[in-house]
């Protein structure tokens, strides 16, 4: 599947996903293909008294993984898997746009080094 879409949209996604911000589905994206998208930070945004109860709420029932989210998170994330990014905060929601994927290195003992012949090695 590398390699086919055009775009890949991750519009209100990204705080529900436990962890640090994903960027895998760059091997997916076409040459010239755009990921796009935005997502809502945690503690550290400056939330309404309402938007603060939902995001403890949220967090503690497993709903929200974005607890510890800033708004320099997703940037520092997109810039270690894409060339040409754009990071824009708006309230307490980063709008994001990321393309040009660098390209993964092969990992020691991943399928892909042992597929190029040297069992891993």
Same mark, same amino acid.
């Given at each position: 599947?590398?390699?086919?879409?055009?775009?890949?949209?991750?519009?209100?996604?990204?705080?529900?996903?436990?962890?640090?911000?994903?960027?895998?589905?760059?091997h997916?994206?076409?040459?010239?293909?755009?990921?796009?998208?935005?997502?809502?930070?945690?503690?550290?945004? =400056?939330?309404?008294?309402?938007? /603060?109860?939902?995001?403890?709420?949220? @967090?503690?029932? *497993?709903?929200? %993984?974005?607890?510890?989210?800033?708004?320099?998170?997703?940037?520092?994330?997109?810039?270690?898997?894409?060339?040409?990014?754009?990071?824009?905060?708006?309230?307490?929601v980063?709008?994001?746009?990321?393309?040009? =994927?660098?390209?993964?290195?092969? /990992?020691?003992?991943?399928?892909?080094? @042992?597929?190029? *012949?040297?069992? %891993?090695?």
């Open positions: 599947m590398r390699g086919r879409f055009d775009l890949v949209s991750l519009f209100y996604l990204l705080h529900c996903l436990p962890g640090s911000f994903p960027t895998e589905a760059s997916v994206l076409a040459p010239g293909g755009v990921m796009c998208g935005a997502t809502i930070l945690g503690r550290a945004a =400056p939330h309404n008294w309402f938007g /603060r109860t939902l995001v403890e709420v949220y @967090s503690r029932r *497993g709903v929200f %993984g974005n607890a510890g989210d800033t708004k320099d998170d997703p940037e520092r994330a997109l810039r270690a898997a894409f060339e040409e990014v754009t990071v824009e905060p708006v309230g307490v980063v709008l994001f746009s990321a393309r040009k =994927p660098i390209p993964a290195r092969p /990992r020691v003992g991943s399928a892909k080094s @042992s597929e190029d *012949g040297d069992g %891993g090695r």
